[in-house]
């Protein structure tokens, strides 16, 4: 095949859109960036796979792989973006343009862009004299459910020791996030006529307890944990959303609350759904209503790979930058869940992802093919 540019394969993978999202009406599936990527490696010599995702038909993750072993090095990215609209960008968000020392286009930063960087900087990398695997992994549906990555920890396979995960953080290595979860409580009383309680069960009445629980223990978590490595050091707890009630003379039948809750690295989310559902049972004990804690969705773990990890050390001595923690999440726990030491670390903003005319800043690209052909020396060569 004649050899592409960079700019050739960035083009392709922008204009084949594959947006992610919980909203149906959005969401599309990723074959066609998956297509792209599984002939570009293979022409390159390497062992591809296309799998597919349990309870997800239209999503693709993909391996691709060369060399054996057990360590080796893993080059990460996810192949969606999130939704856009189209009125507020000045350019076609799905065709690449240059201008003003930027590539702007939909996942030119988040990360379309990675893969481009990998495939510009593997071409020369003489893969049969790979003496660690070097294996690159692009995923599904990172923007919305997670359930790409989610699908390769049930495979219960070992992919490689080192990882990069190419999302845009102007190059600066990270090695720490907070998680997220999205909780939900909801009470069910018994509705009756306002003019005498003894008819009901007043669900309001009954939240108001679970609110200050609720602020009780966020206070407790704020004392009991800090990382200073973040810009609010402490987890957070927002109260976001609650809905109870139809009429004011109508005891209140029914009432929900969410919240979103971001613990720091070493929190996990099943034991903190296990504590809030304890001191849930003791505070609604003596009452005579029945109420459920369900996640609004499965949530992401806090993410924190040690200091002293090799891909760490290597990285910050790379790029020059000690690692830090960022405040958004991403597919890094689950890589390390699976025996890999995880770095984020790519070309672009993350200010300049999920907006209206998103951009590469074309300065990045260069130190971004050094990085992993430095990083595929050390680790495969
Ligand atoms: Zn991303």
């Not at 379309?112 to 599904?140: G, Y």
């Not at 990270?174 to 999205?182: D, E, N």
């Not at 971001?262 to 049972?281: F, K, N, T, V």
């Amino acid at each position: 095949m004649t050899r592409m540019t960079l700019q050739d394969t960035l083009s392709r993978l922008i204009n084949a859109a594959s947006v992610s999202s919980v909203n149906p009406a959005w969401d599309m599936s990723n074959r066609e960036v998956i297509e792209h990527l599984e002939s570009w490696f293979d022409a390159l010599g390497f062992r591809t796979e296309v799998l597919t995702i349990p309870g997800h038909p239209d999503k693709f993750n993909l391996i691709a792989s060369a060399g054996q072993g057990n360590e080796g090095l893993v080059l990460s990215g996810h192949t969606d973006t999130v939704p856009f609209d189209e009125a507020k960008w000045h350019s076609d968000p799905l065709k690449l343009q240059e201008r003003d020392g930027r590539f702007y286009g939909m996942g030119s930063a988040d990360m379309k862009v990675f893969f481009a960087v990998i495939i510009e900087a593997i071409r020369e990398v003489p893969l049969q004299q790979l003496k660690q695997p070097l294996v690159i992994i692009a995923t599904a549906d990172e923007e919305s459910t997670m359930c790409g990555a989610k699908s390769l920890t049930d495979l219960h396979r070992r992919l490689g020791r080192h990882a990069i995960i190419g999302e845009p953080t102007d190059m600066k290595p990270v090695r720490q996030h907070k998680g997220i979860s999205m909780e939900s409580i909801r009470i069910n009383g018994r509705s009756g006529h306002s003019s005498d309680p003894s008819l009901g069960v007043n669900a309001l009445d009954a939240m108001y307890q679970v609110l200050g629980e609720v602020i009780q223990w966020r206070s407790e978590l704020q004392q009991r944990y800090r990382n200073q490595a973040f810009k609010v050091a402490f987890p957070t707890l927002n109260l976001g959303h609650i809905h109870g009630g139809d009429n004011p003379n109508r005891i209140c039948g029914q009432c929900e609350l969410q919240f979103d809750l971001r613990p720091l690295p070493g929190m996990s989310l099943d034991s903190l759904r296990g504590e809030l559902r304890q001191r849930l049972s003791k505070c609604l004990h003596d009452a005579d209503l029945n109420w459920e804690l369900t996640p609004v969705f499965d949530g992401i773990p806090a993410m924190e790979t040690p200091r002293d990890a090799a891909i760490v050390q290597a990285v910050e001595q790379l790029t020059g930058a000690e690692s830090g923690a960022v405040a958004f999440g991403t597919e890094g726990p689950f890589f390390n869940s699976m025996g890999m030491q995880t770095v984020i670390c790519g070309p672009g903003s993350i200010e300049q992802a999920h907006q209206p005319d998103e951009y590469l800043p074309l300065k990045h690209i260069q130190p971004a093919i050094n990085l992993i052909q430095s990083l595929i020396r050390q680790f495969c060569l």
